[in-house]
């Protein structure tokens, strides 16, 4: 996830090591390149590449960086592949401005062919760039500079916070439309951020700027107006007071629990970056040419895999075959050949298992596409495509935004592969009328999480003694519950094993002795199987436990129902993992471990 930081001082100073330390507090969101700009007597000095903050920093003499204003980005590639053209900060066409920005233009493709048109000068693919040439193109057509901001943002589509400054100029301006944006206020200097941590080693004294509005940052104070009138706006300064480990995690005990929560915010921008796209297209055309389809993933990502073969068969009617990868060299890549496609899938890009997995299917001709978090790693370069997932850094070992926001890319290419625009409203359709599905899925998530938590931490108390547990699914919810066995495992060090509700009778059955733990996912059209299951394993003392729609005929057979909000099969599935991470979460801090390190694991596995 970029960050963005704009510092403004009252004398002229080195700029170059407050801008190094900044950035060097931002590293936590996860990066491939890095910028600065000093902006002094009238000239702009921009030194930035891929790299890491200390490396491209020491290359380029960042320390040298002088004046009263400055900038630094760091960026986590979705437009444009990490180089050194598409790094930020970017310059307008004649290098009179420079910015920066985090978050995503979801309309960059549009507006760029427009500014070359225009006849500015285009320079990388990276949406950053297009944010300056938004506000060029209404400097250009002789508005002043607030007044260029305000039509800018009316342009620029998608979640971001941008900084800007003109060389010749004493201020910087920001914005924000749907990105975290703080605003500091020190001894004799003013600052900007992606967020509080870049901020709080400097000061304390913070301004909230809200979406739609736009802050003038001079060194000694600082103005917030409305983009939609111009209009002064008071926003009150605050003084933070938590540390600064508690605010890199948003106020959250944990990363995992941070990143749980942030689901919903990752599937909306995920869904906008898919809707502006063209990629899309070109994979979804490939898929529906191909003779078979492959989903290859290792661990959560496997999973995520599964759901998504579920989805295409049952909205597309297109087989698609799961498969680990490792595996998949075993038994798939003699058999394929250059008629078939495959979608590998990594949260890190760089798991060994699924780069041999690439290889393998390549050399028998098969074509190989990808879906990555980390744009810029081994998969992200060695497919023919591949989407980004958008969800940032995931800091915590146990993937959760990462799987959920694969599970909505599966989702949408399956909407795309059934011929549907999933960028329409959804007319006519039960769950919401005038939205499309992908603007009512992080809703529905956000209201999953708040409707299910207190309930979770309770269950998770109950059942907290047991090493041995099951989470059982079927259909869409059988790779859900596969994941929650996983997370289980990996942050409880329970045995959890996940498994087809249908397959608990050919074996399973014997271990179940009084209050032992089984969970069910149900969706909405297999309540009476599930049911069935509940009384099979009932009857022998389980403690049975249900994450499914509201339906009166679980709550007469199961001990606890998690109710989910109403939604239809493929979308419970995905909320359905919610309460399971959540329930794996509060166990492993009811046990003392950290969920964020469990032992023996690391978040990227480049071994066989
Ligand atoms: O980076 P990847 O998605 O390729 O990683 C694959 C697995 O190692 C990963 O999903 C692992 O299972 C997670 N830590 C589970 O939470």
Redesign the pocket.
């Known amino acids: 996830m970029c960050g963005i930081f704009g510092y403004i001082t009252n004398k002229e100073e080195a700029l170059g090591p407050i801008l190094i330390a900044a950035a060097e507090r931002l590293t936590y969101r996860g990066y491939d390149s890095v910028g600065a700009a000093a902006l002094n007597n009238g000239t702009i000095d921009l030194r930035k590449d891929v790299g890491k903050v200390e490396q491209v920093a020491e290359k380029y003499s960042f320390t040298e960086l002088r004046g009263q204003r400055g900038i630094t980005q760091l960026r986590w590639a979705t437009f444009g592949e990490p180089s050194q053209i598409n790094a930020q900060p970017h310059l307008d066409s004649d290098g009179d401005m420079v910015g920066a920005h985090n978050g995503n233009v979801v309309n960059n493709i549009e507006l760029r062919e427009q500014f070359i048109a225009e006849g500015m000068t285009v320079r990388s693919q990276n949406d950053g760039e297009t944010c300056v040439h938004a506000v060029e193109r209404y400097i250009n057509r002789g508005y002043e500079f607030i007044d260029a901001i305000r039509l800018a943002y009316g342009d620029l589509e998608g979640d971001y916070a941008f900084v800007i400054g003109r060389a010749n100029d004493d201020k910087l301006y920001a914005f924000k439309k749907g990105s975290g944006m703080v605003v500091g206020l020190g001894e004799g200097f003013t600052c900007v951020s992606s967020d509080l941590p870049s901020i709080l080693p400097l000061t304390r004294e913070v301004i909230r700027p809200q979406d739609g509005e736009i802050v003038t940052l001079w060194a000694d104070r600082v103005e917030v107006r409305s983009v939609k009138d111009g209009k002064l706006i008071d926003r009150k300064q605050e003084t933070v007071t938590e540390s600064m480990d508690a605010v890199q995690k948003g106020g959250y005990a944990h990363f995992m629990l941070k990143e749980i929560h942030e689901q919903s915010q990752v599937a909306r921008e995920l869904s906008h970056v898919l809707n502006g796209n063209r990629e899309v297209d070109v994979l979804v055309g490939k898929m529906k040419n191909a003779r078979h389809l492959y989903f290859i993933?290792?661990?959560?990502?496997?999973?995520a895999a599964s759901v998504g073969a579920v989805y295409f068969a049952q909205l597309a009617g297109r087989a698609a075959i799961p498969v680990l990868?490792p595996q998949g060299i075993a038994q798939y890549a003699p058999a394929v050949s250059h008629a078939d496609v495959g979608i590998f899938?990594?949260?890190?890009?760089?798991?060994k298992?699924?780069l041999n997995a690439l290889e393998a299917a390549e050399a028998h001709g098969m074509e190989c596409f990808g879906l990555?978090?980390?744009v810029g790693s081994t998969?992200t370069k060695s497919a023919s495509l591949c989407l980004p997932l958008c969800c940032g850094y995931e800091i915590s070992?146990?993937?959760?935004k990462?799987?959920t926001n694969?599970v909505v890319t599966f989702l949408y290419l399956a909407f795309k592969m059934e011929g549907k625009d999933p960028s329409s409203p959804l007319d006519g359709h039960s769950l919401r009328s005038g939205q499309s599905i992908f603007e009512v899925i992080p809703e529905l998530m956000e209201k999953t999480i708040e409707m299910v938590e207190p309930q979770i931490k309770a269950i998770a108390k109950d059942i907290n003694e047991w090493n041995d547990l099951y989470c059982l699914g079927y259909g869409a919810t059988y790779p859900i519950a596969l994941?929650g066995a996983?997370?289980l495992k990996?942050?409880t060090y329970a045995h959890c094993e996940g498994m087809l509700s249908t397959e608990f009778k050919h074996g399973p059955l014997s271990a179940v002795s009084k209050g032992f733990p089984i969970i069910f996912v149900a969706g909405p059209n297999d309540v009476p199987l599930i049911i069935s299951g509940i009384n099979e394993v009932k009857v022998r003392g389980a403690r049975t436990i249900v994450i499914a729609e509201e339906d009166p005929r679980l709550h007469a057979n199961a001990d606890d129902v998690i109710v989910l909000p109403k939604s239809d099969p493929q979308i419970s599935a995905l909320l359905g993992v919610l309460p399971l991470q959540l329930l794996s979460y509060h166990m492993s801090v009811m046990r003392g471990f950290d969920p964020d390190f469990?032992r023996n694991?690391s978040?990227?596995?480049t071994v066989d």
Do not use: M, R, W
């Open positions: 993933g290792c661990g959560t990502s496997y999973h990868a899938v990594s949260q890190s890009g760089e798991t298992d699924v990555a978090n980390v998969l070992v146990p993937a959760t990462t799987f694969q994941e996983l997370k990996e942050i469990p694991l978040k990227t596995l």
